[in-house]
Each structure stands twice: as C-alpha cells, then as structure tokens.
C-alpha cells in the first residue's frame, strides 16, 4: 500500500536573517528559503525569487525593492511582508501595480520602541555619553558640584511630533516622570486616547513650547527635513530633541548646528539619513546619545515581528488578505 503525498506546501523566501523561532515556523509550514548570515540585497532576492517562484517573499526595514525591482519580481509572488512598521523601503504603486499584497507589523513594537524613546530622552539631558566616557577613561578627578550637570526630566514639557501608537506610549511613559505632553497631529485625538495631552494643529506654534521634542511620523514627502533650522530655532533655548522615526525628518546639518550652538542642550538619536553609513560628526559631538536603529530590538519583540509577518502571510496565501494591509 502506497501511500499518497500531501499538498506541497507554499513557497516562501524569507530574505533577512530571522530569529530561529520564525525561522522554525517557516521550515514547518512552507517551503521555505532562509537568509542566514546576512539580510539580502535586491540585486540577490531577484535572481532567487525566479529560480523559487516563491508564493511570499518577506522582507524587514532597511531591505528596500524599489518600484525597477518590484516589477522583476516573478508571477508566483503574491505578498511581500516586512517585520517592520515602517514600509518606506517598499515602493506600494509599484506593488499595487503588481496585484501584489503588501503587508507590516505595526502593534507589535510599540512599547519596545517607546522603551528605547525613554532611554534616549534620558541619555541625552543626563549626559549619559560623557558619563561613560569618563568611567570608560577610569574616572580619577573628582567633579565639582557645578560641574557636568544634565537635566531634569520632571515637571518639564514634552512635545510629540506624530501621536500614533508608539507617540502615546512614550507620553503614557513620560507622565510617569511628571512631565507635561502636548502633540501634534494629523488630526486630534479622543480624549481617551489623549489622556490630558494638549493639542495643536500647527506644529510651529508647539515647537516654543517643548522643553523636550520626540518624533514618531511616519516618512513621507510631508515629513521630509521636517525638522530644520527654523523649527530648531523655534525651540526654547536649551531643549532636547529625540528621533525614534526616520532620519529623514531631520535635516542633519541644522541639527549639529543647533547641538553645537547651544541652541539644543543635547539630542537623542536611533535613526539617521543614511544608515549603517550615519554622519559620524555626531560621534563627535559630547551632548549626542546614539543607538544604531535598535528600536525594536528585544528578544520578544523581534520575534513577535517576525511571526506576525508570517501570520499576514498566511492570512493572504489562504485568501483571506492581510492582517496589516499597506496596500
């Protein structure tokens, strides 16, 4: 008695290196191809993608396909997903010229991410860098009492630039310093989700107001150096700025400039314009605390990204659409 093969499983290119939970869910329900040592370039997803004829490619933040290599992309390829929230690398015309589902991961960052905001926002008014680098140097002069002073947290004012998921949670945090939160907006908030926070429309006239500044927009041709000489101008004298989103709401030259006037008492940064090929000006820079685009990573966090991309996979390829539809 012979025994009849089951349905072969779809096809799946899993084209950046994934935590080995996601990578064990994939080789159990597809037929998977897995990156291993490094994320993929477009120039080495394409060529494989027409030797697969994969059902799914899934990609993550950083791994752009723009419109030229979307449209290289075989017949077989019904959703591209990333474990990102930002979609910004994935040219969507293009998908959707395609018929080509594109899907993210927005829920499952948020608290990780606001995690991390905090941790800059900390690091950058309590000097963390210089504080390191005199232990790192081994710390023999005894400081006075006027001497390397950061700031306070508590009791100053917070001003968040995009009050999505992740801008809420870093004002549900920032409250438990006593800090004060305004935002802007696209549009205003119910007050359940505002919580007490103060709304303006007109992101210029809450820039006076912010003792402290955190972006959390998306990347988009609004948002492009959104952030520039004038809107750091329009900063109390001695503010800290955060960035969590995209280096591309900051203009990086206006940036330093008000890092080295004295205009910005210190900035916090985990995203850049050009990435892993940041401006290293700012390594020079002793009222700057930086992170490499670390966001998102927690152990939980980064294999909740990945499974939930795999879950928008299996959502479309059994005909159902995405869970987090981009297009």
């Not at 474990?83 to 018929?99: I, P, T, Y």
């Not at 948020?110 to 710390?139: F, I, K």
């Not at 303006?200 to 000489?229: E, G, N, R, V, W």
């Not at 101008?233 to 004295?262: C, K, T, W």
């Amino acid at each position: 008695m012979t025994t009849e093969p089951g349905p072969a499983k779809p096809k799946i290119l899993i084209a950046y290196v994934a935590p080995a939970s996601v990578q064990a869910r994939a080789r159990e329900a597809y037929d998977a191809y897995l990156a291993h040592e490094r994320n993929m370039p477009w120039r080495e997803i394409l060529p494989l993608a027409q030797t697969l004829q994969p059902d799914a490619i899934v990609v993550c933040g950083g791994q752009r396909l723009d419109a030229n290599a979307i449209a290289q992309l075989p017949a077989s390829v019904r959703v591209l997903a990333t474990a990102s929230v930002g979609f910004d690398h994935l040219d969507l015309e293009a998908a959707q010229a395609r018929g080509i589902c594109v899907s993210n991961t927005p829920d499952v960052l948020t608290e990780c991410t606001a995690d991390l905001t905090l941790l800059l926002m900390l690091g950058a008014c309590r000097r963390a860098s210089e504080y390191l680098a005199v232990m790192e140097a081994g710390w023999r002069i005894q400081y006075l009492q006027p001497q390397m002073l950061g700031l306070r947290m508590s009791g100053k004012i917070l001003g968040v630039f995009g009050m999505g998921r992740i801008g809420r949670a870093v004002a549900q945090r920032a409250r438990g310093f006593g800090m004060r939160v305004l935002y802007c907006n696209r549009h205003s908030l119910d007050a359940s989700l505002e919580n007490g926070a103060q709304y303006f429309a007109d992101f210029d006239q809450m820039l006076p107001h912010c003792d402290f500044l955190s972006l959390h927009a998306p990347a988009t041709p609004a948002t492009l150096k959104i952030m520039d000489s004038r809107r750091f101008a329009l900063m109390p004298r001695g503010a800290v700025f955060v960035n969590v989103a995209r280096g591309s709401l900051v203009d990086e030259d206006a940036l330093i400039s008000a890092l080295q006037s004295g205009q910005l008492f210190a900035a916090g940064l985990d995203v850049f314009a050009q990435e892993p090929a940041f401006d290293t000006r700012f390594v020079d820079l002793p009222n700057v605390f930086l992170t490499p685009h670390m966001g998102s990573a927690t152990v939980e966090t980064r294999d909740a990204m990945g499974m939930r991309a795999l879950d928008n996979v299996s959502a479309v390829l059994s005909g159902k659409g995405p869970i987090d539809p981009v297009c």
